[in-house]
């Protein structure tokens, strides 16, 4: 290996070889895992959530990480992690980050919320996650291909969608959820308003996740000047849910 370990974790990983790969994975893996010590620093000091609970938790997602950097081209090989015209990442390789990431932003969820119990953590944790999910599993959507070029500000934005997944949808969903759960294994009963809210949230969840189909339904395209709309709309939408959970 002719580069340090410096020159290396400064070259773009589509470019390495393997062996150089072995080390930018190394690499990886160590800052993951000084980012996951301060975030659980944090999260104990805002939250009093245990330390090593949040280590834990962040160190599997700091191997995810890891396999998903060192595994580079078993990945491009299923997801098409780079695009040979533009020479960058796709939408589809962003997408599988954004997926590994969910779990990173989902467990500090779930540390956060474990003081205020168990439900709620449990509940706001899969309703973060769920973006991330829901996105993999509808990447063609983002594609490079049916969305033109990522990188010059058309199509759908996968990483803008998650955020705002995230942002609309894990209030909604989180809350209904924790009541979901606490009328089936505390009052032993689910066939309520509670599982109605519940499937309301994941529909508003799939709603701002598929622009495609929000596209057919609104009046307006998303693609050119409608996304503030869009954006205003699924406020509206949130806000009308969230009312629904505080009046039943």
């Known amino acids: 290996m002719d580069k ?10 589509m470019y390495l070889n393997e062996d150089e790969l072995k080390f930018y994975s190394l690499g990886i893996f160590i800052e993951c895992i000084c980012l996951s010590v301060v975030i659980s620093i944090i999260l104990n000091l805002l939250f009093k959530s245990d330390f090593m609970l949040c280590m834990s938790g962040f160190t599997i997602v700091s191997i995810m990480f890891t396999i998903l950097i060192y595994k580079r081209d078993f990945f491009d090989e299923k997801f098409e992690l780079f695009s040979p015209d533009l020479m960058q990442g796709t939408n589809q390789g962003l997408i599988l980050f954004l997926f590994v990431s969910s779990f990173l932003v989902s467990w500090a969820f779930f540390c956060a919320a474990l003081k205020y119990g168990l439900y709620n953590a449990i509940a706001f944790s899969l309703a973060v996650c769920f973006p991330g999910i829901f996105l993999l599993l509808r990447r063609n959507v983002y594609s490079n291909e049916n ?6 500000g058309n199509g759908y934005h996968p990483l803008f969608h998650w955020v705002l997944g995230i942002t609309v949808g894990s209030g909604p969903l989180g809350v209904s959820l924790t009541n979901f759960l606490k009328d089936m294994f505390v009052k032993g009963s689910f066939l309520n308003m509670d599982l109605i809210l519940v499937v309301l949230a994941l529909l508003l969840e799939c709603f701002v996740l598929s622009p495609d189909v929000a596209n057919k339904i609104l009046p307006f395209d998303l693609k050119n000047d409608g996304m503030k709309k869009f954006i205003l709309i699924s406020f ?13």
């Open 236 to 248: 509206g939408l949130m806000i009308i849910l969230l009312f629904f959970n505080m009046i039943f």
């Open 147 to 152: 969305n033109n070029s990522f990188y010059e």
């Open 4 to 13: 340090s370990l410096n020159e290396i974790m400064k070259t773009k990983w």
